[in-house]
């Protein structure tokens, strides 16, 4: 997976690498404002989304985040494979 990712609003950037996880930080592509980051929460076993600011979030955005978060738990799953 590339460092960066990039959806119509918003975009994504890898902060960090640890041995079996990655951090992301999820960006507005206008303000380049960090808006949350995605990382593993290990109590429920997948990657999730932990808002860093209040915003609101279009349902299109919502989707991306989503998908984003899809493709890293499909990440993970061939790597423990």
């Not at 994504?12 to 592509?29: A, D, G, H, Q, Y």
């Not at 593993?40 to 349902?59: L, M």
Request: hydrophobic share 30%; glycine share 2%.
């Amino acid at each position: 997976m590339t460092d960066n990712h990039q959806y119509k609003y918003i975009n994504f950037r890898l902060i960090e690498t640890k041995p079996k996880t990655t951090v992301w930080s999820c960006r507005n592509n206008n303000s380049e404002i960090e808006l949350g980051v995605i990382k593993w929460h290990p109590s429920w076993r997948q990657y999730c989304y932990f808002p860093t600011v209040q915003a609101v979030y279009s349902k299109g955005c919502l989707i991306d985040i989503s998908d984003f978060i899809d493709k890293l738990m499909n990440e993970r799953k061939k790597s423990n494979d």
